[in-house]
T-cell receptor
Framework: DGGITQSPKYLFRKEGQNVTLSCEQNLNHDAMYWYRQDPGQGLRLIYYSQIVNDFQKGDIAEGYSVSREKKESFPLTVTSAQKNPTAFYLC???????????????FGDGTRLSIL | SQQGEEDPQALSIQEGENATMNCSYKTSINNLQWYRQNSGRGLVHLILIRSNEREKHSGRLRVTLDTSKKSSSLLITASRAADTASYFCATDLNAGGTSYGKLTFGQGTILTVHP
């Protein structure tokens, strides 16, 4: 079955440590997204990518980095510069949006990141 | 502040009753989407309604859009305990142009359906 796989489900970060969250999709979608969700809140966009080897900052990119070397993969690194990383991180993908407007996004089941 | 704001923040009903959730937004949009999130899980897309549409149906779901009031509503008819979840509206921010897939989510309505 097609879908989005996020791993790990739970992740713990020590002070000064970078951690990488994995996101893989087999839906053949061009666009991929990373969101952060805090308790009782909506989703905030961290980074998004419309095509391989290209990505743009979202609303809260500081302290995060991404790469898009393959269509299927869009890993997110939470760097030590992100001082409040404890949150639920969601990855999503969609068909291309250029010229057609927003498309429904398909989400993974998230990674919950906590500070040790 | 958020582009989309849901109302109410929480809704508690009995099975069989209808549930109505509202979403207001501030700027012109190309389309508006509704998503559902079960506790601890990812979001699931429910319905997309375009700015030139006024109403859309999918099973027990009915979505309306009033662009003059910048608001949308999601109606779930004959609710079931399995409908218990958080419901979010999401909007793009650019009307008449390419929005590059950027969605802005509201804070959600927590729906609890009691058996």
């Amino acid at each position: 079955d097609g879908g989005i796989t996020q791993s790990p489900k739970y992740l713990f970060r020590k002070e000064g440590q970078n951690v990488t969250l994995s996101c893989e999709q087999n839906l053949n979608h061009d666009a991929m997204y990373w969101y952060r969700q805090d308790p009782g809140q909506g989703l905030r966009l961290i980074y998004y990518s419309q095509i391989v080897n290209d990505f743009q900052k979202g609303d809260i990119a500081e302290g995060y980095s991404v790469s898009r070397e393959k269509k299927e993969s869009f890993p997110l690194t939470v760097t030590s510069a992100q001082k409040n990383p404890t949150a639920f991180y969601l990855c999503a993908s969609s068909p291309p949006t250029y010229g057609v407007g927003n498309q429904p996004q398909h989400f993974g089941d998230g990674t919950r990141l906590s500070i040790l | 502040s958020q582009q989309g704001e849901e109302d109410p923040q929480a809704l508690s009903i009995q099975e069989g009753e209808n549930a109505t959730m509202n979403c207001s937004y501030k700027t012109s949009i190309n389309n508006l989407q509704w998503y559902r999130q079960n506790s601890g899980r990812g979001l699931v897309h429910l319905i997309l309604i375009r700015s030139n549409e006024r109403e859309k149906h999918s099973g027990r779901l009915r979505v309306t859009l009033d662009t003059s009031k910048k608001s949308s509503s999601l109606l779930i008819t004959a609710s079931r305990a399995a409908d218990t979840a958080s419901y979010f509206c999401a909007t793009d921010l650019n009307a008449g142009g390419t929005s590059y897939g950027k969605l802005t989510f509201g804070q959600g309505t927590i729906l609890t359906v009691h058996p």
